[in-house]
DNA sequence: CTTGACCTGTGTGTTACACACAGCTTTATG
DNA sequence: CATAAAGCTGTGTGTAACACACAGGTCAAG
């Protein structure tokens, strides 16, 4: 398989592939003539798990511990509910980080239907964000 | 001020500062002895901007625009209105698909706890992992 | 054989910083 | 005043996961 036909049966693009070789996380043989990269049916199963590995929320370096725990015939099993547990609390963190940032941002809109613009005066820049926290209006 | 100082007064660290410089969002003088940079309270006033724009979900490029507009004594409101209402459609896609990452997260730790770790064979690499969506477990 | 369409590998850009590191400053000490 | 330790500085580079640009190679049609 070429690039692309691999992109295509497993619903990537090619960019995507590139880079995964790149990073040694996928190791296709190369074709003497071209140079080109040429991928097997293992290449495509590989790369199937890291498409679903990463809808678990697992990083592509954690995949790569796994291929590498495997690889060694050694099974990833623990290693992989460790690093759940790891990446679901990571997970929860960043949605509540911006969480907060979008009601912050609806709060902010909601005020500023009320605001009218302003022009920058030196003093200050664009009221709508400097003094949001304080609830100051370019026209107080 | 220094770097750090200036960090100091905005509650950043000084790499943060460093990069801001480096980006061309903050420009400070040079001190002619030692080449440190040197920022004023214009400066910090443009920090502490950059702080509190980015809480609202703003990114430093969108910040150096409204610093242009402003600097050419425009007003930066309207944009600062439609890049927020950009924002915060992507702030909340985001959100969507890392909530959806994590709810596949929390059914497979589920559904894990039920299944034993398992030896990779060559044809798998790990069931816990592989075939999660159909169900499959390695003691199948 | 040539034209055009498509495909390839490699190099670089993206976001918002954090870290490493050699060298300069400042402070404490003798 | 000399010196050594502690701290600070600028610059260079690394991070995650690709996307994009681009010069050149490949393939089918004519």
Redesign the interface.
């Known amino acids: 398989m070429t690039v692309s036909e691999l992109a295509k049966r497993a619903g990537v693009t090619a960019d995507t592939i590139r880079h995964y070789v790149r990073t040694g996380l996928l190791t296709p043989q190369r074709d003497p003539n071209n140079g080109y990269k040429r991928f097997s049916e293992r290449d495509l199963?590989?790369l199937l798990?890291i498409v679903?590995?990463k809808?678990?929320?697992?990083s592509l370096q954690d995949i790569e511990l796994?291929?590498e725990?495997?690889?060694q015939?050694?099974?990833?099993?623990?290693q992989?509910?460790e690093i759940?547990?790891h990446?679901?609390t990571e997970?929860?963190k960043?949605?509540e980080a911006?969480?907060t940032?979008?009601n912050?941002?609806?709060s902010?809109?909601e005020r500023?239907k009320t605001q009218?613009?302003?022009?920058?005066t030196g003093d200050h820049?664009?009221?709508?964000?400097?003094g949001?926290?304080e609830g100051g209006c370019c026209n107080d």
């Open positions: 199963q590989h798990f679903e590995a809808s678990l929320g697992f796994i291929f725990q495997a690889a015939g050694q099974s990833p099993c623990p992989v509910r759940m547990s990446r679901m997970v929860a960043k949605i911006m969480q940032t979008y912050r941002m609806e902010a809109m500023w009218p613009n302003c022009i920058p820049i664009c009221h709508l964000i400097e949001f926290s």
